[in-house]
């Protein structure tokens, strides 16, 4: 099974520091959209994998999460896109779950769902923290430059980001992501 796991807010739409509590503040970012359904035509599946901490903080409930997720399936699939399976983590950082990235639990549950081991799993996030919980699962770590890594673009004010687990290849957004795998997966293996 060809799988991918995916940070959501940041890396497939806009971040916000106040929670995407709403369907309406679901607002993806240029391109990624289209980036999933590209992996998804080339044989992907495409799993999410998310800290929802505004459920735990009371911020928005489970119906509107389900409502964001909604949404986000029904414009995935009007670009002929699709997401297998969101994992979220409803805990607030007090809670000291083992769910919550940079934690692996949430990585682990979609191992264990789908039957696959992660070693060399690609998983992308837009923080460092996603990386993290990505490499600790034993997931091939790619950070985008979107989102909470926004900062960190050749245009932006700050260098490389703190933290990063060894071999974290870096991408501008989404779709450079989708890029990368698929040249990837077209180009001849070497004996």
């Not at 994998?49 to 735990?56: D, I, K, R, V, Y």
């Not at 703190?162 to 077209?186: C, Y």
Request: aromatic content about 6%.
């Amino acid at each position: 099974m060809k799988l991918i796991i995916l940070d959501r807010d940041g890396t497939i739409n806009r971040d916000s520091d106040d929670f995407v509590k709403t369907p309406d503040e679901f607002i993806p970012l240029p391109g990624a959209l289209e980036a999933i359904a590209r992996l998804n035509h080339a044989g992907w599946h495409v799993v999410i994998a998310s800290n929802q901490s505004g459920l735990g903080r009371g911020l928005f409930d489970v119906t509107a999460l389900n409502a964001i997720h909604n949404k986000m399936h029904k414009l995935l699939a009007a670009v002929g896109g699709r997401i297998d399976a969101v994992f979220y983590c409803p805990h607030s950082p007090e809670d000291n779950c083992h769910c919550r990235k940079p934690l692996p639990g949430l990585f682990e549950q979609i191992g264990a769902r789908f039957g696959v081991p992660l070693k060399g799993v690609p998983m992308v996030g837009d923080s460092v923290r996603d990386v993290q919980a990505g490499a600790a699962a034993g997931c091939e770590p790619h950070l985008v430059l979107t989102g909470k890594s926004a900062r960190h673009r050749a245009d932006g004010p700050g260098g490389q980001p703190e933290g990063l687990p060894t071999g974290t290849v870096q991408h501008a957004d989404l779709p450079a992501f989708a890029d990368f795998i698929l040249t990837r997966s077209n180009q001849p293996a070497t004996v």
